[in-house]
């Protein structure tokens, strides 16, 4: 009877992985789409300012209306950036090390 609830509970995660990957995908494939729209949409705006400035300089205001932004983020990002230490184990360890200093003398 346990076999048979673990064949059941296997079978089903087998689908339900099944249906998580086919969900992915989906997700990937329209995350890359909408990628290269955004990409198309930056290149027609930057065709419009070219329009009325020369194509140099359409291509350089788009590098700075693009470029500022993305440092700003990136530096706030890294001022953020932590590298987590497992505090707790470490505590643990400096106590069982403590405790063992204890008995042995």
Partial sequence: MIRAEIRLARAEMREEVGKTADSAKLLGVGAALGFFATAFALVTVTLLLALVMPAWAAALVMTLILGLPAAVLIARGKTKLSVPTP???????????????SQTK
Avoid: G, H, P, S
Wanted: glycine share 0%.
């Fill in 87 to 101: 505090q707790k184990t470490i505590n643990n360890v400096k106590e069982n090390v403590e405790w063992m200093k």
